[in-house]
């Protein structure tokens, strides 16, 4: 695994540059090269074809290709002749010229946000400029013992949200310590190693930016390899010294006359307790598998599991396999299990839209670590044209518009249109199956669920011989297999479920208790919200990494990008409790209320907020406490700092208790 940290000096001959330059994404390399020379006149209209950020290479042809690629060889020709010296990040207007063009302009308030993004490898401008100890010294706060920075912060979850959490305060040199109830990193990554588990979104943009791999093998890449980035970025940064593993976090409560948390643990050694003045949560949303409410799930007499639990002690080859869901995991190992199964029944309660994605299984061309590796700013900018929708683009198609009108078909011209796009990439597959067409060709409005990308294998595996989709509600589940309302009895030898995770149920399964012994979960009464998706009134110096309301869907980008923007947040509470001597931050009520309205109203002029298909991304009590409903940059915006007129905030005692 290669974290590049550095750029190489290019000194392959002209021949071999021209190879590599053959596996580049030619939208990134035509930005690259404009940067790269500073001749902007070659960005050219003719080149930025409509929706190219949506295409495989722009949905340019083979002689634009062409074009660009001899334009960045003799660009890159004069940077090899001058030494390979790479040239200084982008001035704004060299900024505003090349963004505006990718995305039609109109990018001056992405400035500052694509300055962050647009550096050389190994760069981190959201590293904190502070250390604890120069902030605790200045402020005059007194050492505690075993916290010699003033702060300390406890961490539960070694997954990518605290990972990082741990990263930052260690670069800020905040005292931390981790507690991750699994024998190791990962989070969700460790915990779902089901066939065909993979990600959904580019490997190349699923990364700490400061940390991004040259050398991913996939383009989609599959679990392990995820996983083995995670143990690799917590080795290389010495992470692992700070986790305690194996330790479940029981209960965690807020102690007023000591303004610290107290936190009830469960591992190795038993029960003990800890304290910590700052608590983050990074257990996420979906990290708890949901088990659907069937009458008789108990009496199934083969084996039976969660895909997130896969029991790889079971086998299936010559079985009759049955799997309830058809969700994003279901949809991944589906077609693993059809490989084996003797039979495979597939029980569906509402079909996903499929979004194309012809390289969804594909390797990524050894060239592309070259092209990391080597050319300045190329990594940067490939990140921005993956990263772009999630800026402007793909929300749009989301909105409902009331004058359209919205209906269960679509909620807006645009997503209309969306909807005759995708029907068309199944219809297409299903041209010889017409048939199979009314059961897996969804009647609620793109992105009311979540979108998939599909790469035909889903459909190919629903039309193979001793593959069975059953859309019939279920009625029960019996020693011998699945009863459906129809009163068909569906035998099968081994039951999984692929029914996804008790996603509104955030900290469970934890107690944690605030000023005046309030109980979160009794607060929250099964409808989570926090400030930002952050902080709760009530419950001071406690923070939710992928917390309420911060789940993308759709949009683009990346959850890392979400996780990165609430550690930022994070890091500047830390700061202002170090440098104003503070004992808390309690956000005020008020403010916490007036931000979930204005969330809420947005929600429901979202696909998933409008339509009344069930979905994951609603709770319970009807509201959607999951998506965040407006465009990455805005959760950017209002992270980059905290604003101490938010939060009700005591000054610390002058004591070392």
Known sequence: MSFHASLRPITVDDDALRAHLESAEVPALLMTVAHLSGDLSVLREDLRTAGWLFAPQGGLSAEQQAAVREAAFRALVRYRQAGSVPPPPPDRETLRRISGWAMGGGTEDLLPLLAEEIVLPGEDPRAPGWRAQDLTARAGTPRRSGAPDGVRVSVIGAGMSGLLAGYRLGQAGVPFTIYEKNADVGGTWLENQYPGCRVDVPSHLYSYPFANRSDWPDYFCTQDQLLQYFQEFAKVHGLYEHIRFD?????????????????????????????????????????????????????????????????????????????????????????????????LTVFQRTPPWLRP???????????????????????????????????????????????????????????????????????????????LLPKVLPDYPVG????????????????????????????????????????????????????????????????????????????????????????????????????????????????????ECGVTYLLDAVRLLLETGRRSLNVKKDVHDAYNAWVDRANTERAWGWSGVSSWFTNDKG???????????????????????DYEAPTRRQDSH
């Not at 509201?623 to 007129?645: G, I, K, L």
Request: glycine share 10%; hydrophobic share 40%; with cysteine.
């Open 448 to 563: 009311a669920k979540r979108v998939l990308r599909d790469n035909g294998i889903w459909l190919r595996t629903l039309r193979r011989d001793h593959v069975s989709l059953i859309t019939e509600d279920i009625s029960e589940i019996t020693e011998k297999g699945v009863r459906t309302a129809d009163g068909a009895l569906h035998e099968a030898d081994v039951l999984i479920y692929g029914t996804g995770f008790t996603a509104s149920s955030f900290l469970a399964p934890m107690r944690i208790t605030g000023i005046g012994g309030i109980d979160l979960h009794a607060l929250w009464d099964g409808d989570a919200r926090a400030y930002l998706g952050l902080t709760v009134p009530g419950f001071p110096n406690l923070f939710c990494l992928y917390g309420p309301n911060t789940n993308l869907s759709g949009q683009g980008g990346s959850i890392f990008y979400f996780s």
């Open 357 to 435: 994605t012809p390289h969804y299984h594909d390797a990524v061309p050894r060239s592309t670590a070259w092209l990391y590796e080597h050319i300045p700013y190329y990594a940067a900018w490939h990140r921005f044209w993956l990263f772009a929708p999630g800026l402007r683009g793909v929300l749009e198609g989301w909105v409902v518009d009331r004058d359209y009108p919205p209906t269960e078909r679509a909620v807006s011209g645009t997503n209309d249109a969306l909807r005759a796009t995708l029907t068309r990439h199944m219809e297409a597959q299903l041209s010889d199956a017409p048939e």
């Open 247 to 343: 330790t479940e976090v029981g209960a965690a409560h807020w102690d007023e006359e000591r303004s610290s948390w107290e936190l009830r643990l469960r591992g190795p050694d038993g029960a003990r307790t800890v304290r910590s003045e700052v608590l983050v949560s990074a257990v996420g949303q979906l990290n708890r598998p949901r088990l659907p409410d069937i009458p008789g799930r108990e009496r199934f007499s083969g084996p039976a599991f969660h895909s997130a639990r896969w029991d790889h002690g079971v086998a299936l080859a010559g079985r009759r396999v049955a799997v309830v869901g058809t969700g994003a995991s279901a949809y991944q190992f589906i077609p693993e299990v059809a490989r084996t199964a003797g039979e």
């Open 623 to 645: 509201r959607t406490a999951q998506n965040w409903p407006f465009t990455a940059q805005e959760y950017w915006r209002r992270t980059r700092r905290v604003d101490p007129s």
